[in-house]
């Protein structure tokens, strides 16, 4: 069953009020909705924002029956080339918050884990397949950076582009990913870009947000016919 799993209710409304047969499930601070898109069963849920939110959801998820996850959400802009807009693609994911060099670990490592999360290939170009089908955006592979901080100066930026070759920078890919690894569930990671982050988020919200709800409602779908066509 694929999950679909966004941070903020605006990144899965189109989403919802598209599922059909819906069954929404009540846990400790986080409901899934159950039920039907485009004629495949699917889990829906809204996770809310930063790791510890997206971990516990997305364990959630994996326990009520998620065999591939996809998250789907805004992020700030650290790739150069990117724009208000354009479309980022996991290859993998980083948690550039974490730092325990001071015990001969590199930066972003977290002690027994991998360095980096690589996004499921299957999933990841189903996704790219998708995302180019969304008229007049750029769509970008790259690293996607994780952290409980909110990436707004150049400095900030030019620290994630320099150490970990980041693409975007957001709050909650990593964990799931972190999550979908330990437990070997394919995932992958698409990103709107809401800002660019040496800047700041000086986007108005209310304009940009319904067009990420619209081009995450187009890319899921998009995937989801990919991912059920005959061979």
Known sequence: MLAIMGAMDEEIELLLADLRER???????VTVHRGVLDGVPVL??????????????????LVHG????????????VHPELRVGDIVV?????QHDVDVTP??????????????????PELRAAAVRAA????????????????????ASVPGVTRLRETFGAACA???????????????????????????ADTGADVDYREFMPRVARHAKQVVRGMLADLTAAP
């Open 132 to 151: 180019q089908a969304v008229e007049g955006v750029q769509v970008v592979e790259g690293r996607v950076a994780s952290g409980d901080q909110f990436i």
């Open 90 to 94: 996991s290859t993998d994911l980083v």
């Open 170 to 196: 957001e709050m909650e890919g990593a964990a799931v990913a972190q999550v979908c690894a330990k437990a070997g569930v394919p995932f992958v990671v698409i990103r709107s870009v809401s800002d660019t």
């Open 44 to 61: 829906l849920t809204r996770g809310g924002i930063g790791k510890v939110n997206a971990a516990m959801t997305t364990t959630y998820l």
């Open 23 to 29: 069954e929404d499930v009540t846990l400790p601070g």
């Open 103 to 120: 015990l001969g670990y590199e930066v972003g490592t977290v002690p027994g884990e991998l360095p980096a999360w690589p996004a499921d």
């Open 66 to 77: 998620a065999s591939r996850v996809v998250f789907t959400g805004v992020a700030g802009g």
